[in-house]
């Protein structure tokens, strides 16, 4: 088959499992549930801002989901990475460890606390950090000092490691977990892509120190916008949801604050859509699921066209389905056909080392990273229900 040819079946494929669509996006959300009726209930009770009893119920179902002990909601994602980042006492001048390949608020959220993100490799199987090249850096670079983690050739603190589970497919986190162990950094995870993705039967978040999550409108379920931290440690959750609300000293009526604060809480008109929504997030997932399922069969029979796969031992949400083409420039061919046919499809996020902010910045190797950039691509993932 021509190349040619081969990506119009590919496209005639895609269009067949999205027949009511002109033009099928790339992960649309799904409001089937008690989405209105919660948000008119919130809108009713008054309470549509900081405190209200969806928040509340938020908290409480991804403490049931996730199986971690404490979730503390927050406004979005991005606000969630940097609390976690606060609470597990990231510093101005420290260095974060974290992936090349990933969406742009992880590298933000460890910029907003003047610390310095310190990009390493990805795995070509899970698309997350890499646990050898994470082992290998710090082997090489880094020693242990007086309990802390030091980069010898900063002289700076290695405060966190940030691990990403790119487009839903758990990373290597068990042996991620065990080499922060033995080094003694904390472990941050951004799950914001993998709500309902699990790492030999426990969820993704809660491997760590502490795990955070996403609402955006194009995750797996949404609440227009919003994000959540998870621990098992009450006292990070005690202080972070203490700083997410401005570090308002509890009081009938005086206004006391004890620490700078945020005002990051999730408000509670959100929180009413985020409960309709996780009530759905079997269903979703599963739906979404069928659909890879359906993908990789086609896929199968297609030369030069990878369909990424869930490793052994986890269980994917499949966010978003990825490919891995030949080249940079079949790549750009796919996303040129498809993108014109009413397909949207998109490729992997700049990688963050080429970003005017960051690349200045020391990196480790980025073989696998820029292997992957260049024949990443993620075609359309919705939920079909
Ligand atoms: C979506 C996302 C976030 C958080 O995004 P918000 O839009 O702030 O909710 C963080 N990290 C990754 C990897 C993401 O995909």
Same mark, same amino acid.
């Given at each position: 088959m021509g190349q040619s040819s081969k990506y119009s079946h590919i496209i005639k494929y895609i269009k067949s499992l999205f027949p009511h669509h002109d033009f099928i996006p790339l992960h649309e959300p799904r409001f089937i549930g008690n989405e209105k009726?919660?948000? !008119?209930? %919130? &809108?009713?009770?008054?309470?549509? +801002? +900081?405190?209200? !009893?969806y928040v509340n119920q938020f908290e409480e179902m991804m403490q049931q989901i996730t199986g971690a002990k404490y979730a503390v909601a927050t406004v979005n994602g991005t606000a969630a990475l940097h609390m976690a980042l606060l609470v597990a006492g990231v510093k101005q001048g420290d260095e974060v460890l974290s992936q090349d390949l990933?969406?742009? =608020?992880? !590298?933000?959220? &460890? +910029?907003? &606390?003047? =610390?310095?993100?310190?990009?390493?490799? @990805?795995? #070509? #199987?899970?698309?997350?950090? +890499? =646990?050898?090249?994470?082992?290998?850096?710090?082997?090489?670079?880094?020693? /242990?000092e007086g309990g802390a983690t030091i980069n010898n050739k900063t002289g700076n603190r290695i405060a966190a490691c940030v691990p990403m589970h790119s487009f839903g497919f758990p990373c290597e986190i068990d042996r991620i977990s065990s080499i922060? /162990? /033995?080094?003694? &950094?904390?472990? @941050?995870?951004? !799950? %914001?892509?993998?709500?309902?993705?699990?790492? /030999?039967g426990r969820h993704t978040g809660t491997l760590g120190l502490l795990g955070t999550f996403s609402f955006n409108g194009n995750k797996t379920v949404t609440c227009g916008g919003g994000g959540a931290i998870i621990t098992d440690n009450e006292e990070l959750a005690k202080l972070a949801k203490h700083l997410t609300t401005q570090a308002k000293v509890p009081h009938a009526w005086e206004f006391n604050h004890d620490h700078i604060g945020y005002n990051y809480r999730m408000p509670n008109l959100n929180a009413a859509l985020a409960c309709a929504q996780l009530e759905q997030l079997e269903a979703f997932v599963e739906n979404k699921r069928e659909l890879a399922a359906q993908y990789k069969a086609f896929f199968q029979e297609i030369e030069g066209v990878e369909f990424v796969t869930e490793s052994l031992n986890t269980r994917a949400n499949y966010w978003l389905n990825t490919l891995l083409l030949n080249d940079k420039e079949e790549r750009d061919t796919f996303l040129k056909e498809a993108n014109s046919s009413g397909i949207m499809s998109r490729p992997a996020w700049t990688l963050m080392h080429k970003l005017p902010m960051f690349s200045t910045l020391p990196h480790g190797d980025l073989t696998v990273s820029k292997w992957v950039e260049e024949r990443l691509v993620n075609i359309p993932s919705s939920v079909r229900i």
């Amino acid at each position: 088959m021509g190349q040619s040819s081969k990506y119009s079946h590919i496209i005639k494929y895609i269009k067949s499992l999205f027949p009511h669509h002109d033009f099928i996006p790339l992960h649309e959300p799904r409001f089937i549930g008690n989405e209105k009726k919660y948000v !008119a209930d %919130a &809108i009713n009770s008054t309470f549509v +801002s +900081s405190v209200g !009893a969806y928040v509340n119920q938020f908290e409480e179902m991804m403490q049931q989901i996730t199986g971690a002990k404490y979730a503390v909601a927050t406004v979005n994602g991005t606000a969630a990475l940097h609390m976690a980042l606060l609470v597990a006492g990231v510093k101005q001048g420290d260095e974060v460890l974290s992936q090349d390949l990933t969406f742009i =608020a992880t !590298a933000n959220a &460890i +910029s907003y &606390i003047g =610390a310095l993100p310190v990009f390493l490799d @990805i795995d #070509k #199987k899970t698309l997350g950090l +890499s =646990a050898d090249n994470l082992e290998g850096f710090l082997q090489e670079h880094c020693k /242990k000092e007086g309990g802390a983690t030091i980069n010898n050739k900063t002289g700076n603190r290695i405060a966190a490691c940030v691990p990403m589970h790119s487009f839903g497919f758990p990373c290597e986190i068990d042996r991620i977990s065990s080499i922060c /162990k /033995k080094w003694g &950094i904390p472990l @941050i995870e951004d !799950a %914001a892509e993998s709500l309902g993705s699990y790492f /030999k039967g426990r969820h993704t978040g809660t491997l760590g120190l502490l795990g955070t999550f996403s609402f955006n409108g194009n995750k797996t379920v949404t609440c227009g916008g919003g994000g959540a931290i998870i621990t098992d440690n009450e006292e990070l959750a005690k202080l972070a949801k203490h700083l997410t609300t401005q570090a308002k000293v509890p009081h009938a009526w005086e206004f006391n604050h004890d620490h700078i604060g945020y005002n990051y809480r999730m408000p509670n008109l959100n929180a009413a859509l985020a409960c309709a929504q996780l009530e759905q997030l079997e269903a979703f997932v599963e739906n979404k699921r069928e659909l890879a399922a359906q993908y990789k069969a086609f896929f199968q029979e297609i030369e030069g066209v990878e369909f990424v796969t869930e490793s052994l031992n986890t269980r994917a949400n499949y966010w978003l389905n990825t490919l891995l083409l030949n080249d940079k420039e079949e790549r750009d061919t796919f996303l040129k056909e498809a993108n014109s046919s009413g397909i949207m499809s998109r490729p992997a996020w700049t990688l963050m080392h080429k970003l005017p902010m960051f690349s200045t910045l020391p990196h480790g190797d980025l073989t696998v990273s820029k292997w992957v950039e260049e024949r990443l691509v993620n075609i359309p993932s919705s939920v079909r229900i």
